[in-house]
Every structure is written in structure tokens, then in C-alpha cells.
């Protein structure tokens, strides 16, 4: 693996970055929960970046243009399916559900979908249902399962659902580092009992630990799109293992950032409080990690994680 | 160790309750992420910039990972964590006495509490 990331990369996140400030940043997401007719400029804004010309299994440049662009989606909670727009199987949008209550966020955008599960089997869904309109899901769409893949179909798009996985936990990890920089500049300027609120030690361990967490999921999720890009669906459990990480770290790192900012963190004034309620679809759906959990482990066993030694299969047999 | 011990195990890993079976999933990725953080820091002090708050975050994260290491190992291992290397410990007692350093971990070089106040203060700045 290369721990540089191509100047090329740098640039298409800054002008992501920009792109999607241009757009109102967190605002826009504000805005198409009152019109979600609004989310069209974030399509707009994507194609504009190139981001429909993207395959993240199509090398490790564009594996990497494809984690750039999720993390800057994830920091404004961008209202688009970027994930399943970039994850293409035979001409259709991958999207992942539980087959038990298929529900997947922002259905209504995407054209043709391919859905897989954990499992993965797949099938042909169509939307079946309105949005949720829920807090915490209002552009949730449920879908029917039709047509299930035949068992070679489904395993032939295994490359592209690795990646909805891996990309997946990226677009939480954008929320997660946008959370804790919000948090660190709020305890830097807002003063509570005649001094900053930065300066109370407390806030700053909670500070240095949210930091530590999220630096240490940004190199996880680097790692894990290179595996994705060298392998392809060889790094399975590379993906659903970094899904797993970003949960732990959302569930912690954001919790954090939401405390520290005392009432507001419940305001949806503050960007925040939209963040830390809007992340909740990326990260329950489709399946809560500790499903994720439990089938990982049996993954490891099987194929092994890649380390300094060997583990589950890696294990050279006697 | 987690390798080791899930060598030793053979079967009897499959028969650990799933909660520790997920503890040891934690473990694995605690040591990837604490490894890909030190790799980084490595790496800038290669190029000549300035490591300090990355090496007290790899720092915080490594010590960290070898007491969840430590706990998930001693799960697996139920009661017969207790026994070192005289008493018939699994693994000549190399579990037990990586808790014990593990405990001490986050103490030397500097503790984790330290660590802390740097990376807390390089993002926060002082008053």
C-alpha cells in the first residue's frame, strides 16, 4: 500500500469540498427535508466533479476518487445515494438491504437497482412505498425484492458490493470527522464560567480522544479502499470489518461531539445536531453492525485478515 | 497472539460465546488501526514534517490496543487466565504476561493522560 495520496486526489476533495459548500454545505440537507426536490443539486453538483465517470474497482486512482468524494458527501450529510451512484453491476445501481425490510435511502433517485444483502444474494428491486419522512431517515425509500439473482449472477457483481461496503463506512467517517472538527471549534470559542470552554481538561481528553478515534478510522478506510482496489471482492472482509470500525467510532466520536456542545448539539440550527441525527441511515441500514459483527467473525475464520500474522485461514495448514 | 491463540483453540474457538468471539474482532481491528497509525507517523517523520501530535495519537491507540487485546485474550481464555507459566497457562503463560504489561501500557513513556493534553492541545490551542 502507498500512504501518499496523489496530489490528483487532494484536488477533486478540495473541489468537492468546495462544490458542496457552494451548495449551502449542511444547509442543502436542511433544505430537502422540506423539498426533496431539492437533492437534485447534489446530482448535479457530482456530475458536474465527474463522479458518474467513477469505478471505484476501476484502479486504485479511482478507487481513491471514489472514497474522496463519499468522505466530502458524508460531512455535509449530501442528500444523494453517492454510494449506490458510484457502485455499478450490469448497468444498475448497487444498493444493500436487509431482505427482511428492504428500505434504502434515497431509492427514489436511482434508476435500475441490483440489491445484495449480507449474504450476498441479490435481487432486482423497484421502490414499493413513499419516503419515510422520518427524522431520522426522511429520504428512506422501501423497495421490493422481484427477480432473485441466480447464485453466478450474484456473485459476478461480488467486486461491486465490496465496494458499496467499503464506500459505505466512508461516507460515515466524512460525518464522523466533520462532528469532531465542529466540536473542537466550538470548545475553542464559546466560554462557560469565565473561561474557555477548551480549557476545562475534561473536554480536552474527550476532544483528544474523538481525534485519535477519527484519525484512526481515516486510515483504516484509506487501507481499505486500497484492498478494495487491489482485490476487488478479495477484500470482503476488509470492507465489512471497516463498516464495523466506523461504527464503533460514529457511535463514540459523534456522541462526544454532540455532548460537547452542550444544548446546541440538540439544535438543528447547529450542523451538528443535523449531522449527528442524519448519519443514523448510513449507519443502521441496511443491517445494525453487530449483524455485521456475527458475520465477520465466521469471515475471518474462513479467508483470514490480512496482518504481521496470520489469522483464520491465512494460517499455513500443518 | 490473537493468532496463537486462535491456534491453540482450534475448535473450542467456535464454542466461545459470540460475545467474545466479537471482543476478538475489536482486537483484530484495534491492532490494524493502531498499526496503520504508527505506519503514518513513520512516514512523516520520513518525509522531515513534524510528528508529534500523530505520534502521541499512534501512541494513545497503540496502548489502548494492547489492553483490548489483553481483555479480549483473557475472555477467551475464561479461568484459566489466572495461571502463568508455572501453573500450566495456555501458550507458556505469553497471555498473561502480555496482560500484565498491558496494565502498565498506558504508564510508560509517558501516560496516556499526557498524550492526551498533546494531541488536546495541538487542536484546541491554550487559553
Known amino acids: ?318 | 497472539l490473537l493468532s496463537a491463540l486462535e491456534a491453540a483453540l482450534g475448535d473450542e474457538f467456535d464454542a466461545l460465546p459470540d460475545t467474545v468471539r466479537a471482543t476478538w474482532i475489536r482486537a483484530l481491528l484495534a491492532v490494524r488501526v493502531a498499526r496503520l497509525l504508527a505506519y503514518r507517523v513513520v512516514h512523516l517523520q520520513a518525509e522531515g514534517t513534524p510528528a508529534d501530535t500523530e505520534a502521541s495519537a499512534a501512541r494513545i491507540a497503540v496502548t489502548q490496543a494492547d489492553q483490548i487485546v489483553a481483555e479480549a485474550l483473557f475472555q477467551a481464555l475464561d479461568s484459566g487466565s489466572v495461571r502463568d507459566s508455572k501453573s500450566g497457562a495456555a501458550l507458556h503463560g505469553a497471555v498473561e504476561d502480555h496482560w500484565r504489561y498491558a496494565q502498565a501500557a498506558t504508564v510508560a513513556s509517558g501516560t496516556i493522560e499526557i498524550q492526551r493534553m498533546i494531541v488536546g492541545r495541538a487542536v484546541l490551542g491554550r487559553g
Open chain 1, 1 to 318: 500500500m502507498d500512504l501518499v495520496v496523489p496530489d490528483h486526489i487532494v484536488e477533486l476533495e478540495t473541489t468537492a469540498r468546495r462544490a458542496f459548500a457552494d451548495l449551502g454545505g449542511v444547509d442543502l440537507a436542511r433544505e430537502a427535508e422540506i423539498d426533496p426536490s431539492r437533492r437534485a443539486r447534489a446530482g448535479e453538483a457530482l456530475r458536474r466533479l465527474g463522479a458518474y465517470d467513477i469505478d471505484p474497482l476501476g484502479g486504485v486512482d479511482e478507487a481513491l476518487a471514489a472514497f474522496a468524494l463519499c468522505r466530502e458527501a458524508g460531512r455535509v450529510a449530501l442528500p444523494w445515494p453517492v454510494e449506490s451512484a458510484l457502485c455499478r453491476h450490469a448497468g444498475t445501481s448497487v444498493v444493500l438491504v436487509d431482505s427482511r425490510d428492504p428500505l434504502v435511502d434515497h431509492a427514489d433517485l436511482l434508476d435500475a437497482m441490483t440489491a445484495f444483502d449480507l449474504t450476498g444474494r441479490g435481487w432486482r428491486v423497484q421502490t414499493a412505498g413513499m419516503r419515510l419522512g422520518s427524522r431520522l431517515a426522511p429520504f428512506v425509500v422501501p423497495v421490493s425484492l422481484n427477480e432473485e439473482l441466480d447464485a453466478s449472477a450474484a456473485a459476478s457483481a461480488d467486486g461491486a458490493v465490496t465496494a458499496a461496503w467499503a464506500l459505505s463506512a466512508v461516507t460515515v467517517l466524512g460525518y464522523v470527522e466533520a462532528s469532531v472538527e465542529l466540536a473542537a471549534a466550538h470548545v475553542r470559542d464559546r466560554h462557560q464560567f469565565g473561561q474557555r470552554i477548551a480549557d476545562f481538561q475534561a473536554v480536552q481528553f474527550q476532544v483528544a480522544d474523538a481525534l485519535v478515534a477519527a484519525k484512526g478510522l481515516a486510515e483504516l478506510a484509506l487501507f481499505t479502499m486500497w484492498r478494495v482496489s487491489e482485490l476487488g471482492s478479495g477484500a470482503h472482509t476488509d470492507a465489512l470489518a471497516l463498516r464495523v470500525h466506523a461504527a464503533d467510532v460514529a457511535r463514540t466520536a459523534m456522541r462526544t461531539a454532540q455532548q460537547l456542545h452542550g444544548a446546541s448539539g440538540v439544535s438543528d440550527e447547529y450542523d451538528v445536531s443535523v449531522l449527528c441525527r442524519r448519519v443514523q441511515s448510513p449507519l443502521r441500514l441496511p443491517v445494525s453492525s453487530d449483524r455485521v459483527v456475527d458475520v465477520l467473525v465466521d469471515e475471518i475464520r474462513d479467508t483470514g485478515f490480512a496482518s504481521l500474522f496470520p489469522q483464520g485461514r491465512d494460517r499455513p495448514q500443518e
